[in-house]
């Protein structure tokens, strides 16, 4: 008799994203001719850019001739795209990553998800709450938490992120092996600076732990001095593996190219306490299991690095942040309490008269047409918020923001 997994029986019945979509599918049958604005998850509207489209036309070109033709390439990426980001995304900006760091995926929340297989089942894992719920469900589903109680996994260590502590944890009094942190923040659109990841930094080095570090907004922020890689910090390459993704930065989310960097001093033990290096691990896991993003993606995901594709590329997201700025400041003339929205895509809001923010979530869905997530949809620290995400069209978020003011 072949039994299932049973660690899946523990998560809940939907993962958010697919769970609002079911909710709004549902609304919108109900309602034929409404028009609805999708503000929930963050998913871009905005086409590809002519550099990043004519180098993703010449890749499918390259495939089509015999003498220009590629079967399977590097599982790691082509040197291409690793050799590009590794001098644009750190070496101009002084940071010490190569090309051998970085691994080249389709997507962050494979690589966030996966990245646990390479590390002990007894190992601690902390996030913060709220969360991007990849990484707890992840872990439920490799089996290493309890049941589900009250909003928590046991066996997970939650570190809550509320308005008090900027929506920044405080370090673990239990000590975790693995810790995920996500700035620019999904959900809250929080930053850390490098004083705060300093701290995090030198807590993962005394403790043996590592930090999972999601970069995948760091393209969004517009404050100087707020860092864009954990690598800024002094010491993070002994203790931090960096996820980063084309999806937000470039538009990619059906095209789908990410990467991740693991750094050769970044250390883990065996049973008996020996140091080993991580690098050869994930590498081993992704040449086994993955068979590498194809050439004409990894081509057009180049192209974001063109002189003509930085600018392209910037356009859009100044785009999406002034779609930001539009939403934090009428929601603010709208009376709600209001987080992030300046160097990440999310607005962060209090909902109204404290409703819960499902309650909300069907409120401005049926009396105002527009989608966002509930806060409480990333865990119960999230209750009582709700995000808005900046990836609409410039029109329907100005309509969206007329129909919340209009709301009773
Ligand atoms: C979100 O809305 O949180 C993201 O779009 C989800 C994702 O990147 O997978």
Same mark, same amino acid.
């Given at each position: 008799?072949?039994?299932?997994?049973? *660690?899946?029986?523990?998560?809940? /019945?939907?993962?958010?994203?697919?769970?609002?979509?079911?909710?709004?599918?549902? %609304?919108? =049958?109900?309602?034929?001719?409404?028009?609805?604005?999708?503000?929930?998850?963050? !998913?871009?509207?905005?086409?590809?850019?002519?550099?990043?489209?004519?180098?993703?036309?010449?890749?499918?070109?390259?495939?089509?001739? /015999?003498?220009?033709?590629?079967?399977?390439?590097?599982?790691?990426?082509?040197?291409?795209?690793?050799?590009?980001?590794?001098?644009?995304?750190?070496? +101009?900006?002084?940071?010490?990553?190569?090309?051998?760091?970085?691994?080249?995926?389709?997507?962050?929340?494979? +690589?966030?998800?996966?990245?646990?297989?390479?590390?002990?089942?007894?190992?601690?894992?902390?996030?913060?709450?709220?969360? %991007?719920?990849?990484?707890?469900?992840?872990?439920?589903?490799?089996?290493?938490?309890?049941?589900?109680?009250?909003?928590? #996994?046991?066996?997970?260590?939650?570190?809550?992120?509320?308005?008090?502590?900027?929506?920044?944890?405080?370090?673990?009094?239990?000590?975790? !092996?693995?810790?995920?942190?996500?700035?620019?923040?999904?959900?809250?659109?929080?930053?850390?600076?490098?004083?705060?990841?300093?701290?995090?930094?030198?807590?993962?080095?005394?403790?043996?732990?590592?930090?999972?570090?999601?970069?995948?907004?760091?393209? #969004?922020?517009?404050?100087?001095?707020?860092?864009?890689?954990?690598?800024?910090?002094?010491?993070?390459?002994?203790?931090?593996?960096?996820?980063? =993704?084309?999806?937000?930065?470039?538009? #990619?989310?059906?095209?789908?190219?990410?990467?991740?960097?693991?750094?050769?001093?970044?250390?883990?033990?065996?049973?008996?306490?020996?140091?080993?290096? @991580?690098?050869?691990?994930?590498?081993?896991? *992704?040449?086994?299991?993955?068979?590498?993003?194809?050439?004409?993606?990894?081509?057009?995901?180049?192209?974001?690095?063109?002189?003509?594709?930085?600018?392209?590329? =910037?356009?859009?997201?100044?785009? %999406?942040?002034?779609?930001?700025?539009?939403?934090?400041?009428?929601?603010?003339?709208?009376?709600?309490?209001?987080?992030?929205? @300046?160097?990440?895509?999310?607005?962060?809001?209090?909902?109204?008269?404290?409703?819960?923010?499902?309650?909300?979530?069907?409120?401005?869905?049926?009396?105002?047409?527009?989608?966002?997530?509930?806060? =409480?949809?990333?865990?119960? /620290?999230?209750?009582?918020?709700?995000?808005?995400?900046?990836? /609409?069209?410039?029109?329907?978020?100005?309509?969206?923001?007329?129909?919340?003011?209009?709301?009773?």
């Amino acid at each position: 008799m072949v039994r299932i997994n049973e *660690h899946y029986l523990k998560l809940q /019945a939907g993962y958010l994203f697919p769970e609002i979509g079911r909710r709004v599918n549902q %609304y919108i =049958s109900a309602n034929p001719g409404k028009n609805v604005i999708k503000m929930g998850i963050g !998913d871009v509207t905005l086409p590809l850019v002519p550099a990043v489209v004519k180098a993703f036309h010449e890749g499918v070109d390259e495939m089509a001739k /015999a003498e220009t033709f590629k079967g399977y390439g590097p599982e790691q990426g082509y040197a291409f795209l690793r050799e590009a980001i590794a001098k644009n995304d750190y070496k +101009d900006k002084g940071i010490d990553i190569s090309a051998d760091d970085i691994f080249i995926s389709d997507g962050s929340k494979c +690589d966030t998800g996966n990245i646990q297989e390479i590390f002990g089942h007894d190992n601690k894992i902390a996030i913060c709450d709220p969360v %991007y719920p990849v990484y707890a469900d992840t872990t439920v589903m490799a089996g290493k938490t309890g049941r589900y109680n009250s909003g928590h #996994f046991e066996g997970i260590i939650y570190m809550p992120c509320t308005k008090e502590n900027s929506f920044i944890p405080e370090l673990p009094k239990e000590i975790p !092996d693995l810790i995920f942190l996500c700035y620019p923040n999904n959900p809250t659109g929080a930053v850390a600076s490098k004083e705060e990841l300093k701290k995090w930094v030198d807590y993962a080095t005394k403790n043996k732990s590592i930090i999972l570090y999601d970069a995948a907004y760091e393209a #969004f922020i517009t404050e100087n001095d707020v860092p864009h890689s954990i690598y800024e910090i002094e010491g993070a390459r002994q203790v931090a593996i960096e996820f980063r =993704s084309f999806s937000k930065t470039a538009g #990619f989310t059906g095209t789908r190219c990410a990467f991740t960097v693991v750094p050769e001093e970044l250390k883990a033990y065996d049973p008996e306490g020996k140091a080993l290096s @991580v690098k050869p691990l994930w590498n081993r896991r *992704h040449t086994t299991k993955f068979n590498g993003v194809s050439y004409p993606v990894q081509k057009a995901a180049a192209a974001v690095y063109s002189e003509e594709g930085k600018k392209e590329v =910037s356009e859009v997201i100044a785009y %999406y942040m002034e779609n930001a700025r539009i939403m934090k400041e009428s929601l603010t003339r709208a009376g709600y309490e209001v987080f992030g929205g @300046v160097n990440a895509p999310y607005i962060w809001a209090r909902t109204m008269n404290g409703m819960s923010s499902w309650d909300f979530f069907d409120k401005l869905l049926n009396e105002a047409n527009v989608v966002g997530t509930p806060g =409480s949809g990333f865990g119960p /620290a999230g209750e009582g918020y709700f995000r808005f995400s900046a990836f /609409a069209g410039r029109e329907n978020t100005i309509e969206a923001m007329e129909r919340i003011k209009r709301l009773k």
